[in-house]
């Protein structure tokens, strides 16, 4: 009987939840959904490992922000006390959070790593004084972490931001990290590892070699063979894709 | 009994009859309150959520809350409604729900001679509100009201969309009240009485005499099927469709309003119940094994009614929703002439029982209706094929 099944179906329901015995429901403010590898949250300005500021007051950012956002200010450096290790460093560094659109374009203009991203996107400013983080609150604290404001909502581990975009370009200016680390360190963290899911060189070889062989079946094979190596690697092949503006 | 009060009416009736209503009244708020938290809870369930777990223990507070929230939001009247029959709407829908449940026996010990009558204040009662000698025509009339409530609310609304929903709804409500009607016309006829108390009496001698065993369960799945599409419950709820209609015929109504819609919507669910456990589950009827009879039908007669309203609700987690010519189809083509049908034949075997047919009578007669049904087939298909060749023809002809 086809049409009484679909209540057992949901009788069953009643006692196991679904397959795994779960509910579905996240109750958010109690816990949180695992973000997305490559989520766009409040910006953080970074450090070198030795504590120097990475901000050389370039305004690239600025400049490159389609929301105007940002406002940058460079200025030299103390000649006794150096803010960075340039000639210059960012001594006004302002982010409007009542305009950003989180497109991280300043997190890609920027030639020295100095603006990313973090994965936080609870911060609830409840004036327009607060939604403009100034240098101070920007800057990350002596241990490499960020500030921590008393409106944005900071979990356990959800400090460990991630400055994505970089770590997914090679020096040749492509998407594919080619076995080569073309990033600094940060304060706190080191230098980081490449990005999770980014292909190593061989899998590149294969692929290359694949496209490049005359003998259909040779390329059948390898191509199978690229296959593989990718599923070590999850994610490899559409994480290739948003190389940015230098491909 | 004395129903009317012929035989005088004393300042200890009138106490009784006081303290029913205020239990009744209260009884039909508070269920109404956690039937809402019910269906939520085990709908979620269901469809591996969670419910509502913020107000009270398990979210049992929540119909509390929204029911606060509702009551100081704005009552909002359109530009364009008939702002007198705008208001009275909700209510032509709310105080139907609760009359209903007035003429349900929850308890009283029905067998072993008893007659289920309890004293309260030296006064011989009904553990039900009241015994109308018209008893389950109430109920058939009060759902009719409740037709006007809806679709008085969906006219005065000046709005498109409410008027759609109305149109269906009452269609829906007068088309399935005939088969409400038909399955209840079976149960009349083997209880021989109107009256709720003497249906339940009839029941309650053993389960064998429950009326969904004694009339066949025809009856009983028909009264279910069609009770559901006149309570607007899914899968009968096209009326209110949020995809096509927004919500039906209450779209433009918000605050205190809205919520005497709500309340009534799931009111009639537990009314249904009620009216299905009487008169086809023997009411508070069932085995007294310890102690007082009395709480044990209080008891059986609850746990039938859980029975039936965990049963809507599960009937609204599985099932998609009708298309509106599908539920016409099944109200008019199906249900309506299998109750008919059933009358018939439950008819036929009270006949019989009363003249004591013979075995040889008994086939006869139903010899005579295997012949009647294959010739009214016969001309219904002659019919039907005379007319679909007609059809071709003025097609043909048109052409």
């Known amino acids: 009987m086809g049409y009484l099944e679909g209540f057992g179906v949901t009788f069953r329901k009643l006692f196991h939840g679904s397959e795994d015995g779960r509910v579905v429901t996240v109750e958010y403010p109690k816990k949180k959904r695992p973000k997305a590898i490559r989520f766009h949250g409040r910006h953080v300005l970074n450090r070198y490992e030795d504590g120097m500021e990475k901000c050389i007051g370039c305004e690239l950012c600025a400049g490159v922000c389609p929301a105007r956002c940002i406002y940058v200010r460079g200025k030299d450096n103390p000649v006794d006390d150096p803010v960075s290790p340039g000639e210059r460093y960012g001594f006004i560094y302002e982010i409007n959070y009542l305009r950003c659109i989180h497109c991280d374009l300043c997190v890609e203009a920027c030639p020295t790593e100095a603006i990313t991203e973090s994965k936080l996107f609870e911060f609830s400013f409840t004036n327009r004084h607060d ?8 800057l990350v604290d002596d241990d490499g972490k960020p500030k921590r404001l008393p409106w944005e909502d900071w979990r356990e581990g959800e400090d460990e931001h991630t400055s994505a975009w970089m770590r997914a370009t090679a020096p040749a200016g492509s998407a594919q990290y080619e076995d080569r680390v073309a990033w600094a360190g940060e304060l706190g963290y080191g230098v980081r590892p490449p990005e999770h899911g980014q292909r190593l060189a061989e899998d590149l070889l ?27 690697h999850p994610h490899g092949h559409p994480q290739g894709g948003d190389s940015g503006p230098h491909s | 009994m004395d129903p009317l009060f012929i035989s005088g009416l004393s300042i200890s009736v009138v106490i009784v009859v006081l303290i029913k209503v205020v239990v009744v009244f209260v009884f039909l708020l508070i269920a109404t309150m956690l039937m809402v938290w019910f269906e939520r809870k085990v709908i979620g369930d269901m469809q591996n959520r969670i419910g509502p777990n913020r107000a009270g223990p398990w979210g049992i507070l929540q119909t509390l809350a929204d029911g606060i929230k509702l009551f100081f939001k704005e009552p909002l009247i359109p530009d364009r409604a008939d702002s007198r029959i705008f208001r009275l709407a909700p209510y032509l829908s709310f105080v139907p729900a609760f009359l209903v449940f007035s003429i349900v026996p929850v308890g009283g010990v029905f ?60 269609a829906q409500m007068v088309s399935y009240e005939a ?22 009496a009839e029941q309650s001698q053993s389960i064998w005499h429950w009326t969904i065993i004694a009339a066949g369960v025809v009856p009983f799945v028909i009264f279910l099927m069609a009770g559901t599409a006149e309570i607007e419950r899914p899968p009968f709820d096209l009326l209110e469709a949020e995809q096509e209609l927004v919500a039906g015929f209450n779209t433009e109504y918000s605050g205190i309003r809205f919520a005497l819609f709500y309340l009534a919507s799931f009111m009639n669910t537990i009314t249904t119940s009620a009216i299905i456990v009487t008169l086809f589950l023997g009411g508070p009827d069932g085995p007294a094994p310890v102690g007082p009879a009395l709480i044990w039908s209080l008891f059986w007669f609850f746990a039938k009614l859980t029975v039936f309203l965990f049963v809507f609700v599960w009937f609204r987690a599985t099932l998609p929703r009708f298309r509106y010519d599908q539920l016409m189809d099944l109200g008019w083509k199906v249900l309506i002439p299998i109750s008919l049908g059933w009358l018939l034949v439950v008819a036929a075997i009270r006949v019989a029982n009363d003249r004591s047919y013979t075995f040889v009578q008994i086939l006869l007669v139903a010899l005579a209706g295997a012949v009647v049904l294959a010739i009214a087939g016969l001309l219904l298909s002659a019919a039907m094929r005379t007319a679909q060749r007609r059809r071709e023809l003025e097609a043909v002809k048109g052409a």
């Not at chain 1, 390898?222 to 070590?232: L, N, P, R, S, Y």
């Open chain 1, 131 to 138: 939604a403009i983080y100034t240098r101070n609150e920007l």
């Open chain 1, 206 to 232: 294969v692929a290359t070699d694949a496209a490049q062989a005359d003998d259909p079946e040779e390329q059948v094979r390898q191509g199978v063979e690229a296959q593989t190596h990718g599923d070590i």
């Open chain 2, 111 to 170: 067998r072993d001679g008893h007659d289920g009558t309890v004293s309260i204040l030296g006064h011989e009662t009904f553990l039900q509100l009241a015994d109308p000698p018209v008893g389950v025509l109430v109920a058939l009339a009060m759902s009719s009201i409740a037709v006007y409530g809806v679709m008085l609310a969906g006219w005065s609304s000046g709005s498109k969309y409410p008027l759609l929903g109305a149109v269906r709804a009452s």
């Open chain 2, 179 to 200: 088969a409400l009607g038909l399955s209840v016309v079976s149960v009349v006829l083997l209880s021989g009485s109107l009256r709720t108390h003497q249906i339940v």
